[in-house]
Protein backbone atom coordinates (compact mmCIF):
# COMPACT_ATOMS: atom_id res chain seq x y z
CA UNK A 1 0.00 0.00 0.00
CA UNK A 2 2.58 2.39 0.74
CA UNK A 3 4.83 1.95 -2.33
CA UNK A 4 1.32 2.53 -4.11
CA UNK A 5 1.29 5.74 -2.51
CA UNK A 6 4.89 6.81 -3.14
CA UNK A 7 4.36 6.04 -6.62
CA UNK A 8 0.71 8.10 -6.78
CA UNK A 9 2.72 11.12 -4.89
CA UNK A 10 5.68 11.15 -7.39
CA UNK A 11 3.60 10.68 -10.34
CA UNK A 12 2.00 13.91 -9.60
CA UNK A 13 4.96 15.74 -8.14
CA UNK A 14 6.59 14.70 -11.72
CA UNK A 15 3.19 16.41 -13.64
CA UNK A 16 3.49 19.40 -11.20
CA UNK A 17 6.79 20.24 -12.73
CA UNK A 18 5.75 19.65 -15.97
CA UNK A 19 3.00 22.02 -15.65
CA UNK A 20 5.07 24.69 -14.18
CA UNK A 21 7.79 24.49 -17.21
CA UNK A 22 4.77 24.07 -19.88
CA UNK A 23 2.98 27.12 -17.92
CA UNK A 24 5.88 29.15 -17.70
CA UNK A 25 5.60 32.74 -18.80
CA UNK A 26 2.35 32.26 -19.18
CA UNK A 27 0.92 32.12 -15.74
CA UNK A 28 3.08 32.25 -12.48
CA UNK A 29 2.46 29.57 -10.02
CA UNK A 30 4.35 27.73 -7.06
CA UNK A 31 4.42 23.94 -6.79
CA UNK A 32 1.91 23.19 -4.05
CA UNK A 33 -0.55 24.76 -6.33
CA UNK A 34 0.69 23.33 -9.45
CA UNK A 35 0.31 20.03 -8.01
CA UNK A 36 -3.34 20.75 -7.06
CA UNK A 37 -3.61 21.77 -10.56
CA UNK A 38 -2.31 18.55 -12.61
CA UNK A 39 -4.54 16.43 -9.60
CA UNK A 40 -7.28 18.71 -10.72
CA UNK A 41 -6.67 17.87 -14.09
CA UNK A 42 -5.96 14.21 -13.78
CA UNK A 43 -9.79 13.66 -11.97
CA UNK A 44 -11.64 15.75 -14.66
CA UNK A 45 -9.98 13.23 -17.45
CA UNK A 46 -11.25 10.43 -15.62
CA UNK A 47 -14.79 11.34 -15.64
CA UNK A 48 -14.85 11.78 -19.27
Do not use: P, W, Y
Not at 25 to 32: H, N, P, S
Amino acid sequence: MESLDAGHRALHDEGANELRHRLEGKIETDFDTARRLFTLICVLQLRV
